[in-house]
């Protein structure tokens, strides 16, 4: 099975930063589009941040855009998440996934457990 397991996750003062990683098992990771998901208490779960196998192309939320990065190394199997200028609204559970094809379109085939970050004002 493909398993995606986050870390990085944890308490961090606004204004702070943050990095989350994810790692990724089995042969989906080669050719996969890979996003960053969240969920906050009551609030749906949103992509807020995505990057397409073909042509680098990536997505930004407008919430994160200019905060966040999103970058893959695909030697290592592993997917980060670099968060600046945290703010308490970045409260959340963020989620790695992997889609099934090369874009990231529609919903993705496998998810993380998620891990928790808390943004203190």
């Known amino acids: 099975q493909v398993q995606l397991v986050e870390s990085g996750g944890g308490l961090v003062q606004a204004g702070g930063s943050l990095r989350l990683s994810c790692a990724a098992s089995g042969r989906t990771f080669s050719g996969s589009a890979m996003g960053w998901f969240r969920q906050a208490p009551g609030k749906e779960r949103e992509l807020i941040a995505a990057?397409?196998?073909?042509?680098?192309?990536?997505y930004y939320a407008d919430s994160v855009k200019g905060r966040f990065t999103i970058s893959r190394d695909n030697a290592k199997n592993t997917l980060s998440l670099q968060m600046n200028s945290l703010k308490p609204e970045d409260t959340a559970v963020y989620y790695c996934a992997a889609y099934e094809g090369v874009y990231y379109s529609g919903s993705p085939g496998y998810w993380g457990k998620g891990t928790p970050v808390t943004v203190s004002s």
């Open positions: 990057k397409a196998w073909i042509g680098g192309i990536t």
